[in-house]
């Protein structure tokens, strides 16, 4: 997943950050006591080029910086995903605001990949965004050489919707596939299958 940097001051897009629990996670405000676990799975490049604005490396100051802007909610909501046994930090998920608009975004660490937990967490986010605001149309991007990213989209029934270029602070300028998900198809998709 990717998400670029625009913030908009749409407040159509404004949603609170309520606890969410699916089935093996809960997701929750990222918080101090995860900056442990957070620097330890993001101070990855696997996953830093994948997206738009993690740094390589990725130290204490940088895990910092990421819980003060996620706790003044200037670019839209982040979730820290947390496992629901026995609380394991595994990643983040959230909301954007974008000059495209309302944008989904996802990442997972390394040693949590290939469980379903994207996809999870994204089903989660995608029925929070339609159903706590007006939006019709949600986005979600990713770079055009992870799959993995891809199918965690697909799985959400977004629709593919162009490329184009992303900056990247790990991987400088990057193609990326550009998808939406409009509200007459979440609403046909209610009924998420578990993965």
Not at 19 to 32: K, S
Request: charged share 25%; aromatic share 8%; hydrophobic share 40%.
């Amino acid at each position: 997943m990717v998400a670029e940097a625009e913030d908009t001051e749409d407040e159509s897009y404004a949603i609170d950050c309520p606890v969410l629990a699916t089935e093996r996670l809960v997701m929750r405000a990222p918080r101090e006591s995860d900056l442990e676990q957070l620097v330890t799975l993001a101070d990855n490049r696997h996953v830093a080029e994948m997206l738009a604005r993690m740094p390589h490396p990725y130290g204490e100051a940088e895990g910092r910086t990421f819980l003060a802007m996620a706790a003044s909610r200037r670019a839209g909501i982040v979730y820290a995903l947390t496992l629901k046994d026995g609380g394991t930090f595994v990643g983040c998920a959230g909301l954007n605001t974008t000059d495209r608009g309302l944008e989904l975004g996802y990442w997972i660490g390394e040693p949590y990949w290939k469980r379903g937990y994207a996809t999870e967490a994204a089903h989660a986010l995608v029925d929070l965004a339609f159903q706590r605001t007006s939006i019709q149309v949600l986005h979600a991007s990713t770079r055009v050489i992870n799959p993995a990213s891809r199918r965690v989209i697909h799985k959400c029934g977004f629709q593919y919707a162009g490329q184009g270029m992303l900056n990247s602070i790990v991987a400088g300028q990057v193609p990326v596939e550009r998808y939406r998900l409009d509200r007459k198809t979440w609403n046909s998709l209610r009924n998420w299958i578990h993965y």
